[in-house]
């Protein structure tokens, strides 16, 4: 089974950045598009970013376009999320999730039952 940890959290006070990584126990990585989510305190699940199999397709939510850059290295079976002038809204609990799509598919920053996740790293922002 597919099992994905997530590292690089911290605090940090506004401004700052952060990077964050997703790393894959599974060889075929480049099988799966990854998406970001992010779950805050009092608040519902939110899709972040994602990137297709091979990385030449991405997406991400208004809150944070201009600010994060999702990539891959599916030689080293990581997904990062570079975090640039964070704010105290991004604080929340970052989380990664796989889904194991077709060729040629984009991403989506939509929750499945088939998806893989992982534990989730805390990512705090200090105003």
């Known amino acids: 089974q597919l099992q994905l940890v997530e590292s690089g959290g911290g605090s940090v006070h506004a401004g700052g950045s952060l990077r964050l990584s997703c790393a894959a126990s599974?060889?075929?990585?480049?099988?799966?598009?990854i998406a970001w989510f992010r779950k805050a305190p009092g608040k519902e699940f939110e899709g972040v970013s994602c990137?297709?199999?091979?990385?030449?397709?991405?997406n991400y939510a208004d809150s944070v376009k201009g600010r994060f850059t999702i990539s891959r290295n599916n030689a080293k079976n990581s997904v990062y999320l570079q975090m640039t002038s964070l704010k105290a809204g991004d604080t929340a609990v970052y989380y990664c999730?796989?889904?194991?799509?077709?060729?040629?598919?984009?991403?989506?920053?939509?929750?499945?039952?088939?998806?893989?996740w992982g534990r989730g790293t805390q990512v705090t922002v200090s105003s």
């Open positions: 999730a796989a889904v194991h799509v077709p060729v040629g598919a984009a991403c989506r920053m939509v929750m499945g039952p088939n998806d893989y």
């Open positions: 599974e060889f075929a990585f480049d099988s799966y598009a």
């Open positions: 990137i297709s199999r091979n990385g030449d397709s991405t």
